[in-house]
């Protein structure tokens, strides 16, 4: 049974930064592309950042590129995503995601292609 277990969210200001975890288990992990998502209150599920099997090739949503970096380590079946100058906007659960598919540059947006962590809350205020 694949789980996937997230951690690091919270309460910061705004300009402040968080490290988001997310720990897979029952699963290879190292053949598949993975990713996170968030959703904002009232919103739709969306795609955040995304880093490639090899770990090669990384992608993010345009709002927040040059300010998260995601990373993975395969040995210990981690994804991470450090999230730096942190905006109000960026309020949301966070998901870790897990694409089924094997050997994929890219992670697939199809919800049911992916393995889900439970979230984490994100909340950015003062």
């Known amino acids: 049974q694949v789980q996937l277990v997230e951690s690091g969210g919270g309460l910061v200001q705004p300009g402040g930064s968080l490290r988001l975890s997310c720990t897979a288990s029952?699963?290879?992990?190292?053949?598949?592309?993975v990713g996170w998502f968030r959703q904002a209150p009232g919103k739709e599920r969306e795609f955040v950042a995304s880093?490639?099997?090899?770990?090669?090739?990384?992608y993010y949503t345009q709002s927040v590129n040059d300010r998260f970096t995601i990373s993975r380590d395969n040995g210990k079946k981690t994804l991470s995503l450090q999230m730096n100058s942190l905006k109000p906007e960026d309020t949301a659960v966070y998901y870790c995601?897990?694409?089924?598919?094997?050997?994929?540059?890219?992670?697939?947006?199809?919800?049911?292609?992916?393995?889900w962590g439970q979230g984490t809350q994100v909340t950015v205020s003062s």
């Open positions: 880093i490639s099997w090899s770990g090669g090739t990384a």
């Open positions: 029952g699963i290879v992990f190292s053949s598949n592309a």
């Open positions: 995601a897990v694409d089924k598919r094997l050997y994929t540059a890219v992670l697939s947006t199809t919800m049911t292609d992916l393995y």
